[in-house]
């Protein structure tokens, strides 16, 4: 779900489960960004661009749902973006030199970010060249952000294969043969 302001966001969350929520001082000290519960079975993680709203029943089934904000990812971003990019976001894995480590939530939420981002950007390219320079772009700034990844097999395939397929849609540049 895509909201326009944290605002919305938070009132989205409100009225999925009907209840109020207080800050979990203790769980937002140790992971690092806030932590909001209803004293019971949710949960809500604040990573600025989401709202992440995990329900717990008590019998090993979560419900999940990501509530994005749209002021704090940029504006034009649809609903197929956010898929594609949450999708991007989901599956990479962090590669540092020596180990490999599953992307924590911050990590995902900046790949999130530069991949919808990369997508907008590729809805109004001009040029096959500019489509992967685009990917080049992502590719670079993710190397920047996060600087134990090799940011070549994080974002720049995936986001390439998706911009690719547009390209063959018609959703992003395709070249008009006469």
């Known amino acids: 779900m895509i909201v326009q302001t944290k605002k919305e966001a938070w009132e989205a969350a409100e009225k999925m489960y009907k209840t109020k929520y207080h800050k979990d001082v203790m769980s937002s000290y140790r992971e690092g960004y806030p932590i909001y519960t209803d004293g019971k079975d949710i949960m809500i993680e604040d990573f600025g661009v989401r709202l992440k709203v995990v329900k717990d029943d008590n019998i090993n ?36 030199s020596n180990r490999k480590f599953a992307s924590n939530e911050v990590h995902k939420n900046i790949i999130f970010q530069i991949a919808a981002q990369a997508l907008k950007k590729a809805r ?47 959703k992003a540049y395709r070249e008009k043969y006469d």
């Not at 419900?63 to 034009?76: C, K, P, R, V």
């Not at 971003?77 to 999708?87: H, N, W």
């Not at 990917?135 to 097999?153: F, P, T």
């Open 124 to 170: 109004v390219a001009n040029s096959t060249e500019e489509l992967f320079d685009i990917c080049d772009e992502a590719e670079n700034l993710l190397a920047e952000v996060i600087k134990q990844c090799n940011s070549h097999l994080t974002i720049y395939e995936p986001l390439t294969r998706v911009i690719m397929e547009w390209r063959k849609q018609g």
């Open 61 to 96: 089934k979560y419900e999940l749902t990501n509530i994005w904000i749209a002021e704090q990812i940029g504006e034009g971003i649809t609903e197929e973006m956010e898929q594609e990019a949450l999708k991007i976001s989901n599956t990479i894995v962090l590669k540092p």
